[in-house]
Protein backbone atom coordinates (compact mmCIF):
# COMPACT_ATOMS: atom_id res chain seq x y z
CA UNK A 1 0.00 0.00 0.00
CA UNK A 2 0.68 3.36 -0.82
CA UNK A 3 1.53 5.31 2.76
CA UNK A 4 1.73 9.11 3.39
CA UNK A 5 3.85 10.74 5.89
CA UNK A 6 4.35 14.66 6.36
CA UNK A 7 7.43 16.20 7.99
CA UNK A 8 6.47 19.68 9.00
CA UNK A 9 8.79 22.23 9.26
CA UNK A 10 10.08 24.10 12.69
CA UNK A 11 6.91 25.49 14.58
CA UNK A 12 7.96 29.24 15.48
CA UNK A 13 6.21 30.95 18.27
CA UNK A 14 2.44 31.38 19.56
CA UNK A 15 1.60 32.40 15.75
CA UNK A 16 3.62 29.47 14.12
CA UNK A 17 1.45 26.89 16.68
CA UNK A 18 -1.56 28.72 16.01
CA UNK A 19 -1.55 29.04 12.39
CA UNK A 20 -0.44 24.76 12.60
CA UNK A 21 -3.37 23.82 15.11
CA UNK A 22 -5.88 25.92 11.97
CA UNK A 23 -4.60 23.44 9.37
CA UNK A 24 -2.64 20.31 10.09
CA UNK A 25 -6.16 18.15 10.33
CA UNK A 26 -7.13 19.98 7.43
CA UNK A 27 -3.69 18.74 5.58
CA UNK A 28 -4.12 15.23 6.85
CA UNK A 29 -7.03 14.80 5.52
CA UNK A 30 -6.64 16.50 2.14
CA UNK A 31 -3.30 14.85 1.60
CA UNK A 32 -4.46 11.27 3.49
CA UNK A 33 -1.66 11.86 5.71
CA UNK A 34 -0.80 8.42 7.82
CA UNK A 35 1.47 9.87 10.00
CA UNK A 36 3.22 13.52 10.78
CA UNK A 37 5.68 14.70 12.08
CA UNK A 38 6.45 18.01 13.55
CA UNK A 39 9.52 19.76 14.51
CA UNK A 40 8.68 21.45 17.59
CA UNK A 41 12.31 22.93 19.24
CA UNK A 42 11.02 26.70 18.08
CA UNK A 43 7.59 26.93 20.13
CA UNK A 44 8.92 28.89 22.73
CA UNK A 45 11.22 30.62 20.15
CA UNK A 46 14.10 28.82 21.76
CA UNK A 47 12.79 25.94 23.04
CA UNK A 48 9.47 24.34 23.97
CA UNK A 49 7.41 23.56 27.21
CA UNK A 50 5.68 20.41 28.17
CA UNK A 51 2.10 22.30 27.23
CA UNK A 52 3.26 23.41 24.20
CA UNK A 53 4.38 20.10 22.94
CA UNK A 54 1.17 18.54 24.13
CA UNK A 55 -0.59 21.00 21.92
CA UNK A 56 1.58 20.22 19.02
CA UNK A 57 0.50 16.66 19.68
CA UNK A 58 -3.14 18.10 19.80
CA UNK A 59 -3.55 19.59 16.70
CA UNK A 60 -2.34 16.19 14.73
CA UNK A 61 1.30 15.60 15.31
CA UNK A 62 2.01 11.86 16.11
CA UNK A 63 5.58 12.66 16.95
CA UNK A 64 7.30 15.98 17.72
CA UNK A 65 11.53 16.32 17.22
CA UNK A 66 13.94 18.52 18.51
CA UNK A 67 16.90 19.94 17.95
CA UNK A 68 19.28 22.07 19.15
CA UNK A 69 17.23 24.17 21.59
CA UNK A 70 15.83 21.34 23.60
CA UNK A 71 16.86 22.65 26.95
CA UNK A 72 16.31 26.27 26.83
CA UNK A 73 12.95 25.80 28.19
CA UNK A 74 14.52 22.87 30.64
CA UNK A 75 10.96 22.49 32.12
CA UNK A 76 10.77 20.03 29.15
CA UNK A 77 12.97 17.28 30.77
CA UNK A 78 10.39 15.47 32.63
CA UNK A 79 7.94 16.12 29.40
CA UNK A 80 10.63 13.87 27.49
CA UNK A 81 10.76 11.24 29.49
CA UNK A 82 7.05 10.68 30.56
CA UNK A 83 5.61 10.94 27.09
CA UNK A 84 6.99 8.85 24.33
CA UNK A 85 5.83 10.57 21.31
CA UNK A 86 8.76 13.38 21.42
CA UNK A 87 12.42 12.97 20.58
CA UNK A 88 15.25 14.90 21.27
CA UNK A 89 18.15 14.16 19.20
CA UNK A 90 19.51 10.88 19.52
CA UNK A 91 23.59 11.89 19.58
CA UNK A 92 22.94 13.82 22.92
CA UNK A 93 24.90 11.52 25.30
CA UNK A 94 23.32 9.44 27.22
CA UNK A 95 23.62 11.86 30.52
CA UNK A 96 21.19 13.87 28.71
CA UNK A 97 16.82 13.07 29.46
CA UNK A 98 14.28 11.65 27.22
CA UNK A 99 15.39 9.51 23.86
CA UNK A 100 16.34 9.82 20.11
CA UNK A 101 14.64 7.14 18.45
CA UNK A 102 11.17 5.71 19.13
CA UNK A 103 9.00 3.23 17.55
CA UNK A 104 4.97 3.29 16.68
CA UNK A 105 2.39 1.67 15.11
CA UNK A 106 1.90 1.96 11.24
CA UNK A 107 -0.35 0.81 9.09
CA UNK A 108 -0.97 -2.94 8.69
CA UNK A 109 0.94 -3.71 12.11
CA UNK A 110 3.93 -2.01 10.21
CA UNK A 111 6.60 -0.55 12.96
CA UNK A 112 7.44 2.82 12.18
CA UNK A 113 11.03 4.19 13.81
CA UNK A 114 11.27 7.82 14.07
CA UNK A 115 15.13 9.06 14.68
CA UNK A 116 15.89 12.48 15.80
CA UNK A 117 19.34 13.63 14.78
CA UNK A 118 21.70 16.66 15.15
CA UNK A 119 24.29 18.17 13.18
CA UNK A 120 27.66 19.07 14.26
CA UNK A 121 29.11 21.57 11.55
CA UNK A 122 28.57 24.93 12.50
CA UNK A 123 25.62 24.09 15.54
CA UNK A 124 26.90 21.53 18.11
CA UNK A 125 30.28 20.12 17.93
CA UNK A 126 30.78 18.39 21.07
CA UNK A 127 27.69 16.38 19.74
CA UNK A 128 28.35 12.39 19.22
CA UNK A 129 28.29 11.43 15.71
CA UNK A 130 24.78 11.64 13.76
CA UNK A 131 26.04 9.84 11.37
CA UNK A 132 27.65 6.81 13.64
CA UNK A 133 24.58 7.31 16.21
CA UNK A 134 22.30 6.54 12.83
CA UNK A 135 23.87 3.39 11.90
CA UNK A 136 23.95 2.12 15.76
CA UNK A 137 20.28 2.86 15.89
CA UNK A 138 19.34 1.30 12.53
CA UNK A 139 21.27 -1.92 13.78
CA UNK A 140 19.47 -2.15 17.25
CA UNK A 141 15.71 -1.01 15.54
CA UNK A 142 13.03 -2.80 16.04
CA UNK A 143 11.11 -1.12 13.40
CA UNK A 144 10.08 -1.68 9.65
CA UNK A 145 10.12 1.34 7.86
CA UNK A 146 12.42 4.72 9.54
CA UNK A 147 11.74 8.06 9.37
CA UNK A 148 14.62 10.77 10.03
CA UNK A 149 14.77 14.56 11.06
CA UNK A 150 18.04 15.75 11.04
CA UNK A 151 18.18 18.77 12.70
CA UNK A 152 21.62 20.41 11.00
CA UNK A 153 22.89 23.82 9.78
CA UNK A 154 25.15 22.82 6.97
CA UNK A 155 23.46 21.85 3.72
CA UNK A 156 26.86 19.44 2.84
CA UNK A 157 26.23 17.41 6.29
CA UNK A 158 22.25 17.13 5.09
CA UNK A 159 23.11 16.18 2.20
CA UNK A 160 25.80 13.41 3.42
CA UNK A 161 23.34 12.21 5.40
CA UNK A 162 21.02 11.53 2.91
CA UNK A 163 23.55 9.47 1.06
CA UNK A 164 24.76 7.20 3.94
CA UNK A 165 21.63 6.49 4.59
CA UNK A 166 19.72 5.85 1.17
CA UNK A 167 17.75 2.82 0.83
CA UNK A 168 18.48 2.12 4.86
CA UNK A 169 15.60 4.68 5.54
CA UNK A 170 12.32 5.54 4.25
CA UNK A 171 12.39 9.67 4.65
CA UNK A 172 14.89 12.21 5.72
CA UNK A 173 14.85 15.52 6.03
CA UNK A 174 16.49 18.63 7.43
CA UNK A 175 15.18 20.80 9.71
CA UNK A 176 16.82 23.95 11.73
CA UNK A 177 17.51 26.54 9.17
CA UNK A 178 13.64 27.46 8.66
CA UNK A 179 14.21 28.15 4.87
CA UNK A 180 12.79 25.32 2.80
CA UNK A 181 14.93 24.19 0.16
CA UNK A 182 13.59 23.25 -3.45
CA UNK A 183 15.39 19.74 -3.57
CA UNK A 184 12.71 17.53 -2.21
CA UNK A 185 13.32 13.91 -4.06
CA UNK A 186 13.65 10.30 -4.06
CA UNK A 187 17.18 9.12 -3.86
CA UNK A 188 18.44 6.00 -6.32
CA UNK A 189 18.12 3.58 -2.98
CA UNK A 190 14.58 4.44 -2.10
CA UNK A 191 15.31 7.12 0.35
CA UNK A 192 12.83 10.08 0.06
CA UNK A 193 15.01 13.72 0.90
CA UNK A 194 15.02 17.12 1.21
CA UNK A 195 17.58 19.25 2.96
CA UNK A 196 15.43 21.28 5.14
CA UNK A 197 11.17 21.17 5.43
CA UNK A 198 11.40 25.17 5.80
CA UNK A 199 8.85 26.44 9.10
CA UNK A 200 5.67 27.17 10.16
CA UNK A 201 5.58 30.62 12.08
CA UNK A 202 5.60 34.17 10.89
CA UNK A 203 6.04 34.61 6.98
CA UNK A 204 7.73 38.63 7.38
CA UNK A 205 10.86 38.22 9.53
CA UNK A 206 14.06 36.89 9.71
CA UNK A 207 13.90 33.15 10.35
CA UNK A 208 10.52 33.82 12.40
CA UNK A 209 11.98 35.90 14.46
CA UNK A 210 11.65 40.08 14.20
CA UNK A 211 13.65 42.03 11.44
CA UNK A 212 14.90 44.94 13.19
CA UNK A 213 16.09 42.79 15.53
CA UNK A 214 18.43 40.52 13.40
CA UNK A 215 19.39 43.71 11.46
CA UNK A 216 20.27 45.20 15.14
CA UNK A 217 22.52 41.94 15.72
CA UNK A 218 24.20 42.74 12.10
CA UNK A 219 25.01 45.91 13.01
CA UNK A 220 26.78 45.02 16.00
CA UNK A 221 24.30 45.64 18.45
CA UNK A 222 23.86 44.10 22.11
CA UNK A 223 21.93 40.59 21.67
CA UNK A 224 18.49 41.12 22.86
CA UNK A 225 16.19 38.30 23.61
CA UNK A 226 14.43 36.99 20.41
CA UNK A 227 10.97 38.17 19.85
CA UNK A 228 8.49 36.63 17.25
CA UNK A 229 7.60 38.71 14.93
CA UNK A 230 3.83 39.52 13.94
CA UNK A 231 1.54 39.35 10.84
CA UNK A 232 0.40 36.67 8.64
CA UNK A 233 2.13 32.69 9.00
CA UNK A 234 3.09 30.15 6.71
CA UNK A 235 3.54 25.99 7.02
CA UNK A 236 6.14 24.50 4.94
CA UNK A 237 6.16 20.64 4.88
CA UNK A 238 7.12 17.82 2.84
CA UNK A 239 4.95 14.94 2.15
CA UNK A 240 6.45 11.91 1.37
CA UNK A 241 4.75 8.29 0.08
CA UNK A 242 6.14 5.11 0.93
CA UNK A 243 5.27 2.13 -0.61
CA UNK A 244 5.09 -0.38 2.02
CA UNK A 245 5.56 -3.16 0.09
CA UNK A 246 9.06 -2.67 -1.19
CA UNK A 247 9.79 0.09 1.49
CA UNK A 248 11.06 2.54 -0.69
CA UNK A 249 9.75 5.91 -1.25
CA UNK A 250 7.86 7.03 -4.24
CA UNK A 251 7.63 10.65 -4.19
CA UNK A 252 8.43 13.66 -2.04
CA UNK A 253 7.00 17.08 -2.74
CA UNK A 254 6.26 20.16 -1.16
CA UNK A 255 2.86 21.14 1.18
CA UNK A 256 3.29 24.62 2.15
CA UNK A 257 0.20 26.72 2.98
CA UNK A 258 0.01 30.75 3.74
CA UNK A 259 -2.34 33.01 5.52
FE1 LIG B 1 17.39 24.62 15.52
Known amino acids: MEWNILAVGDVVGEGGLDFLERH ?3 LRKLHRVGFAVVNGENASGVGITPAQ ?4 L ?10 NHTWNRIQIADFLEECPYILRPANYTARCPGRGFGVYDGPRGLRVGVMSLMGRVELSPHLEN ?3 TADRLLAEAEADLVLVDFHAEATSEKGAMAWYLDGRVQALWGTHTHVPTADARVMPGGTGFVTDLGMTGPAESVLGMR ?8 LGGVHQRYREAPGPC ?3 SVLFTVDTETRRCLSAVR ?4 D
Open 211 to 218: PEQSINLF
Open 234 to 236: KLE
Open 255 to 258: VDVR
Open 53 to 56: AQAI
Open 24 to 26: LRT
Open 130 to 132: PFT
Open 58 to 67: DAGADVVTLG
